[in-house]
């Protein structure tokens, strides 16, 4: 499955890149599952971005959804920190 991640604000600086293709395992399920995935495998930057999973909120297919939601056919996962406004 081929999957289109999006990586916004410090999530995108740590990272070095705002978005990529990426062909996770199919044994992945949620994007918590996605998320220790590129942590454990992708390198150091990702590593940081994603080692406090309580600082992330995500989108499937552009809707908000928590860490723990199924990726099923996702197209496009965002994933950035909490957005705040004023």
Known sequence: MRVRL??????RERIGRGEEDVDP???LASVADLVDWLATTRGAGYAE???DRHRLRAAVDQRFVPLTAA???AREIALFPPVTGG
């Open 6 to 11: 999006l990586y916004f604000a410090w999530v």
């Open 25 to 27: 395992p199919a044994s």
């Open 49 to 51: 971005a994603f080692g």
């Open 71 to 73: 990726i099923g056919a």
